[in-house]
């Protein structure tokens, strides 16, 4: 427990004021990473966001296939990764709840993701939908520098979203959703003598899906690829600094190819390609341990890439890594997976998600099963890390559970 409140104080430090990592470390430009002042060795320059959770994908089935889901054949849980993949699904009404446990290894039963989506068919052209997702921290026991207790309280973070899904033609459509985001983490304590707060936020997503059947190899395919723009909003603090930190707005890109090699057997296969729309961080300090003048040109105290406006870092985040080209690149994320169904009842998954060592090193390979049957679907994944970064979901298991109401009215009309 000792562990889990030092965790959650260096975390909520960080969110604070995410300039007190870097300010500890110098910047190779020729190694593209942030190394220890007079050493050669690189640790993370990972993009650092507010409100983090946003990025978790949420679902049992994305989950098992490598965090894979923005051209996915689409459920409840495109609502995650591409809403406007939304009108081309199945089922006239569909409902989804996930359940994922949080540092099961530990044994804490109260941190856990929960989140429920579902989505209505308002004619053949447009579709609706809404997510709910609630993290849950559990309860933390909050202590001041001398380690005397200053109460406790119980972290949590909430996301509240809704979107419209429109066909433009017979194989694209767009989507938009918006969302209210609220955040407590340490509400009435403080740090570095300022008050904490709760944060709230605005923000929205943008999606374009393109779907295209035809025959691939002999066999019945579907092509589709898909880009979502999301979490784009509103700066947030938890503090009453004048400064404030992004969100974890996002570019996805994806493609997926679906095969039906007969009449039971189907297989499926994706890649999603993401990059965090947040400003690199800029260190305050050279390798040689001069003052970096890249950090505050301004001279105000402050790191300028953290008061770069909303737009203004979004759309400079392609280009603002102080490695140039190289450290760009080692921004992107790859998600790659497949999966088999047999009879639309049974399905088979795996996958895999690559980071950079330097950006966050999450490497891990996912597996997961699927079963339909009647009106309730059930999704499971699991995941085993395959890098030295560990996982708050290392070898856990989640569960989703998904109901199809229009099966459900249909078998009901049969009944009758």
């Keep these: ?71 996915l054949s689409p459920n409840s849980n495109a609502m995650h990764y591409n809403a406007s993949n939304l009108v081309w699904a199945e089922e006239e009404t569909a409902l ?49 520098n001398d380690g005397r207790s200053t109460g406790s309280g119980k972290p949590r973070e909430f996301e509240l979203s809704g979107a419209y899904a429109r066909k433009l033609s017979d194989k694209l459509s767009a ?17 570095g003598g300022l008050d904490i707060n709760s944060a709230n936020a605005f923000a929205a997503d943008f999606s374009l899906t393109y779907r295209s059947k035809g025959k691939t190899g002999g066999y019945k395919s579907e092509f589709a690829m898909g880009l979502a723009l999301t979490n784009i909003g509103s700066k947030v603090s938890y503090t009453n600094q004048a400064v404030k930190d992004f969100l974890p707005a996002n570019f996805g890109l994806g493609t997926a190819l679906k095969l039906e090699l007969d009449d039971f057997n189907t297989v499926e296969f994706g890649l999603d390609i993401n990059k965090l729309m947040v400003p690199t961080p800029v260190a305050r300090l050279l390798s040689d341990g ?25 759309f400079g985040s392609f280009t603002d890594a102080q490695g140039g080209l190289s450290e760009e690149l080692k921004e992107l994320s790859y998600s790659l997976g497949g999966e088999y169904w047999y009879d639309k009842q049974f399905a088979v998954r795996a996958g895999y998600y690559y980071e950079h060592a330097t950006k966050g090193d999450r490497q891990f390979l996912t597996l997961g099963l699927g079963l339909k049957y009647n009106v309730f679907g059930i999704d499971l994944s699991y995941l085993v890390p395959t890098s030295n970064q560990r996982n708050p979901l290392d070898n856990t298991l989640r569960f989703g559970l998904i109901f199809d109401f229009a099966s459900y009215q249909t078998q009901n009309t049969l009944e009758e």
């Design 175 to 191: 989507g938009l959703t918006a969302k209210y985001i609220f955040s407590n983490l340490a509400s009435g304590q403080m740090a």
């Design 96 to 144: 989804s709840v996930t359940y994922t446990p949080w540092l099961q290894e530990l044994n804490l039963n109260d941190i856990y993701l929960a989140y429920l989506s579902g989505y209505k068919k308002i004619d053949d052209l447009q579709t609706v939908g809404f997510g709910l997702r609630f993290f849950s921290l559990g309860e933390i026991s909050f202590t001041d």
């Design 290 to 314: 001069t003052e970096n003048p890249e950090y505050d040109p301004s001279g105000d105290g402050i790191a300028d890439f953290r008061q770069k406006s909303l737009f203004s870092g979004v």
């Design 1 to 71: 427990m000792k562990k889990l409140i030092f965790s959650c104080a260096v975390f909520i430090a960080l969110i604070s004021n995410p300039q007190f990592m870097f300010a500890q470390f110098g910047f190779n430009s020729e190694a593209g990473c942030i190394t220890n002042i007079g050493e050669s060795d690189c640790i993370s320059n990972a993009v650092i966001s507010a409100m983090p959770f946003l990025r978790i994908a949420p679902d049992a089935r994305g989950g098992s296939m490598g965090d894979l889901g923005i051209a």
